[in-house]
């Protein structure tokens, strides 16, 4: 009814650039912001602009150093007795994943929060065996049109054939052998470029592992049936909050896939400002897709 992902998702994405920006000397010259970011709407140093026209808002550099080393120590503290803070104060960990996981501790909090780390360890050597397999050929040549395409502007995907996209095309494989029934989706691969620029590419694998099947089920699989029925809760969610948004896409039969699936199949990753996206993700790996209201806590 809705047709495939990969009629949905643009081919070129907002992670786009030319092959000449990607592969010339413009990315070599240039200075990376703190994120990796090379240049292109999702660039934080201040210069280039966003995808509205106006600077990049760095918004993770705006807090005062002693609240961020604050922060981080109290998530230190966390992550050393992680599951005695799970099981007994969850509420406190859901809401300093709002205020925001320090930079340093991201990886290893996305980790603990989503259990690949548990899931990683009840599979240990998978990853090394998935990755030494073949693979389906007829993913294989997708999954290595689509490696271009993902943040060419970051310094771990600028080059063709670097190491970011070998790393990526590994993890795209593996889950294609790992999960034959389901194979790949073109949506992956913008989630598991975001996992590898925070973690190597087993930790990565597990994590993309739990989102498509413990955060997103379904919303990779070919008919793509959990998307359209969050697509369907989003349209009554906005029928409630903007009445008049709502007559007018339903005037004109603008069914809410056509605009909304590559903001929930990528996760925002793809349509954000770099610093929200990671607030995004910090959330949705404490609270998932349908995040419950808890109440707030005195800064930090």
Known sequence: MYGTAESLLPEDGSSMGSDSEINGSTASSRRTDKYGFLGGAQFCGGQNLGNDNQPAVDRESAIPLDVAR????????????????????????????????????????????????????????????????????????????????????????????????????????????????????????????????????????????????????????????????????????????SPLAHRHLRKFKIDPILYMTEWFMCIYSRTLPWSSVLRVWDMFFCDGRYPRHIQSEPHP
């Not at 599951?83 to 290893?108: E, N, T, Y």
């Not at 490696?147 to 590994?170: K, S, T, W």
């Not at 793509?224 to 409630?240: P, V, Y």
Request: charged letters at 25%; proline letters at 4%; a positive charge.
């Open 70 to 241: 604050q922060r981080e120590l109290k998530w230190l503290e966390m992550l050393g007795r992680w599951d005695k803070w799970v099981a007994r104060r969850f509420d406190k960990v859901k809401l300093r994943c709002r205020k925001g996981i320090p930079s340093s501790l991201r990886a290893r909090a996305w980790q603990q929060l989503s259990q690949s780390k548990q899931l990683m360890e009840q599979n240990l050597g998978k990853f090394e065996e998935l990755d030494r397999q073949l693979g389906d050929p007829k993913w294989l040549d997708v999954i290595e049109k689509d490696l271009h395409r993902q943040f060419p502007f970051h310094e771990m995907f600028a080059l063709r054939g670097g190491h970011g996209q070998q790393d990526l095309y590994r993890i795209l494989k593996a889950y294609t052998i790992y999960r034959p029934e389901e194979g790949y989706c073109q949506a992956q691969a913008p989630v598991a470029a975001v996992l590898l620029m925070h973690m190597p590419a087993e930790q990565a694998f597990w994590c993309l592992v739990q989102i498509c099947e413990k955060y997103l089920p379904g919303y990779y699989s070919a008919g793509l049936e959990a998307i359209q029925l969050d697509g369907e809760i989003f349209f009554s969610l906005l029928r409630r909050v």
